[in-house]
């Protein structure tokens, strides 16, 4: 495996003090294997980053993973940059996943911006512990997904996590229609023109998504 699964780039960019102390705090103490400060730093990401789409600024500097981190918000994509900076950060290679799926208990309002309930470029991690490529997904935080009745999805670091198929009710909540592949570092081109194209209404102008709380949707 090459050094470039683990290497700083401009969008993973571990070195900045403000990754440094995130990944700090997470992991306190010395000792931990891969596999525990990958799991550590999930659950750091899941809980410790505000889910939300609304707002969101589209330019580059924006997805960087310390700039996300200043803000502490942000949504799948910018979430999924964040840990897979921060693994990398101790030394555990990793790729930015995109698909698109189908989300079945998306707001009114949300599936009118974005044009159904079909989302293009969902963002997730794929990291490799133990010999061999694990997927993981630190997005919805624990608060959020109370909320919208979503049992939280865990992460044991040695089986894939992904959005659970049903929610606590029993209805159908995600399921993966397409996946566009894995990559080296943010495709910041690629994802944010993609997301531009698919789901025009959901940007009130040409860097810059709707205004909005998901939370407040979700009560």
């Excluded at 699964?5 to 102390?21: A, G, H, I, K, P």
């Excluded at 996300?68 to 693994?87: D, E, N």
Aim: proline share 3%.
């Amino acid at each position: 495996m090459g050094d470039e699964l683990t290497r700083e780039t401009e969008f993973l960019d571990y070195n900045s003090d403000t990754v440094q102390e995130f990944v700090a705090k997470a992991i306190p103490e010395e000792g931990l294997s891969d596999l525990e400060k990958a799991v550590r730093l999930y659950y750091a990401v899941r809980d410790g980053i505000n889910y939300e789409v609304y707002g969101s600024r589209m330019t580059r500097e924006e997805f960087t993973a310390s700039a996300i981190l200043k803000k502490r918000r942000g949504f799948c994509v910018h979430k999924s940059i964040v840990y897979a900076a921060a693994v990398r950060a101790v030394g555990v290679p990793s790729r930015i996943v995109y698909g698109d799926v189908r989300n079945h208990l998306s707001s009114e309002r949300l599936r009118e911006l974005v044009g159904g309930d079909v989302f293009c470029f969902h963002s997730l991690t794929s990291v490799h512990l133990d010999g061999k490529w694990v997927k993981a997904t630190p997005v919805f935080n624990k608060l959020l997904c109370k909320m919208y009745k979503i049992a939280p999805l865990e992460f044991d670091g040695r089986s894939d996590s992904l959005y659970h198929p049903y929610d606590e009710n029993g209805r159908r909540h995600m399921e993966f229609l397409r996946m566009r592949g894995e990559f080296d570092d943010f495709p910041y081109e690629t994802v944010v023109d993609g997301i531009r194209a698919a789901h025009p209404k959901l940007f009130r102008s040409d860097d810059e998504l709707a205004g909005g709380s998901l939370t407040g949707e979700a009560s």
